[in-house]
């Protein structure tokens, strides 16, 4: 009986699977966009403040914009929905993932 030899791209298509699975997994980011406050409307990078952590305020060096976690933009208004303007309220998951709630 002969020995079978995995080819290279067999190899390759595992390893890439594996870097998807590390990449979305715990310890990523979720997505993020820069939105106005107020109208929810999606604003150009630039008017996010730079280090914003989601705290909200109206300091800081950027513009009228703040970060908005998660969810999704309206293809109709081009509004975000379904996230937060605060991090923490994200809960990112993933494989492998335990869920810790804090108080």
Known sequence: MAKRRLRSSTVVL??????ALTITS?????????????????????????????????????GRGSYYYGGSTSSYDGKVQGG???????DRGGFGCTRSGGG
């Open 14 to 19: 595992g390893g890439m699977g594996l870097l």
């Open 26 to 62: 715990c310890g990523s980011e979720p997505d993020r966009r820069c939105a106005d406050r107020t109208t929810r409307e999606t604003l150009p990078s630039h008017e996010c403040r730079s280090g914003s952590g989601g705290s909200g305020g109206s300091g800081g060096s950027g």
């Open 84 to 90: 937060s303007f605060d991090k923490s309220a994200v």
